[in-house]
């Protein structure tokens, strides 16, 4: 029976299975299970310590992966260069488009440098933490268009050490091809960062996740030109660098179109960058509990009449969460507005504004005629829940 059907057609049939088939499948006979792997192109891991060469022997039976996760399970894995190492030295290694990193020590400049050859075909990377932190190895990886660095805890080291002071400044290089970028734990004090804004000129979305600084010290000049181009900008608890990348987006993002602020940014840094950049902006999602209120509603439904667009081209979603400060004249003048008019997506999140003000909903979604989703998750009652349900151009979210 085993031999009923020939390898490629079983390797068709594995391809339709979904993943939670796979250990019956492996069960079946040994020529099955070689198969198998040989269909798996995505593979995750949870690993325990002192496991490089267990994972060695792993991989070696999958060399077709295209997509790999290794994690560590509870106990920290000390020894990351030998896991990156086992990693570049397998069969897919070639093969991998997409790699996942994720144990809970640092990986070395120098384990990188000697990998990355090896997986020159990524296209998108994701490491706990590069000690000393170094970003040179990424001119190595030519392919490489997402790359996230979660600056962990249990491997920061002491401010100002990287491998790329000696040469950050003076080395010539090209731009890398990066397009998405996402970087947390970075502090005012870490050096390196510059090297790595300078070559950034390709962003399309960056996200910056409990950061206190951008590298390389307050005065550094490099951040910004890496802002020219970016489509979407995230800023997840930075406080302290916030309103310095506001006032950088409003000068330099000129093609932005989604920003995402929680809490972080002052009342007047927001105030400036929706002056200048609102009128672009698709998205708008703001979680400022005490940093904004009724003016900046009244800035965001300006900026359409002056720099004359319709409402076609204006704002399209708009997400509030936690934003005590902000009144119903405030949603009500929004509303009135061109911007306010094309909006098809209102978030208004454990914002009591709903509650304090019977009415509300109902006008906004009488004046709004594009509205088509209203999230009001985490606000317990609601006047105009029953009667806002009737309306099918604002289903409750």
């Not at 790359?147 to 100002?160: I, K, T």
């Not at 979680?287 to 009244?298: M, T, V």
Request: charged share 15%; with cysteine.
């Amino acid at each position: 029976m085993d031999t009923a059907l020939c390898d490629d057609l079983l390797l068709e049939v594995f391809g339709l299975l979904p993943p939670s088939a796979a250990p019956a499948v492996s069960l079946v006979s040994r020529r099955w299970l070689a198969l198998l792997r040989a269909a798996t192109s995505s593979l995750a891991l949870r690993l325990p310590a002192s496991s490089a060469e267990t994972l060695a022997v792993l991989l070696s039976h999958y060399p077709f992966l295209s997509a790999l996760t290794v994690a560590s399970a509870g106990t920290p894995v000390r020894d990351a260069d030998a896991v990156l190492l086992a990693v570049a030295s397998a069969p897919a290694a070639s093969r991998l488009s997409t790699l996942r990193l994720l144990p809970d020590w640092a990986v070395s400049p120098a384990a990188l440098l000697a990998a990355c050859p090896a997986l020159s075909g990524l296209t998108s990377l994701h490491l706990t933490a590069v000690r000393p932190l170094s970003f040179h190895w990424l001119k190595l990886l030519p392919r490489l268009k997402s790359f996230a660095l979660v600056n962990s805890a249990a491997s920061v080291d002491s401010p100002g050490s990287s491998s790329d002071d000696a040469s950050g400044e003076a080395e010539a290089g090209g731009a890398l091809p990066l397009e998405r970028l996402s970087l947390c734990g970075i502090r005012s004090g870490d050096r390196g960062l510059g090297w790595l804004w300078r070559r950034c000129g390709s962003l399309k979305w960056l996200q910056l996740r409990a950061c206190d600084g951008t590298g390389d010290g307050p005065a550094s000049l490099a951040f910004a030109g890496c802002l020219a181009g970016l489509l979407a900008l995230e800023l997840r608890a930075c406080r302290a660098v916030a309103d310095r990348v506001l006032l950088l987006a409003a000068d330099h993002c000129r093609t932005l179109t989604s920003l995402l602020v929680y809490d972080g940014g002052s009342s007047e840094a927001l105030h400036r960058f929706i002056q200048q950049r609102a009128a672009g902006l698709h998205t708008l999602d703001l979680r400022l509990p005490l940093d904004l209120h009724n003016d900046h509603l009244l800035a965001i439904g300006a900026g359409s009449v002056q720099h004359g667009q319709d409402a076609t081209h204006g704002l399209a979603a708009l997400r509030l969460q936690s934003c005590v400060l902000i009144t119903g004249d405030g949603l009500r003048s929004l509303a009135r507005t061109a911007t306010g008019a094309g909006i098809e997506e209102l978030a208004l999140v454990s914002c009591d504004v709903v509650e304090r003000e019977p009415g509300l909903l109902t006008f906004l979604s009488q004046s709004m005629p594009r509205l088509r989703r209203l999230n009001l998750s985490y606000n317990e009652t609601l006047n105009d829940k029953v009667m806002l349900n009737s309306l099918p151009s604002a289903p409750l979210g």
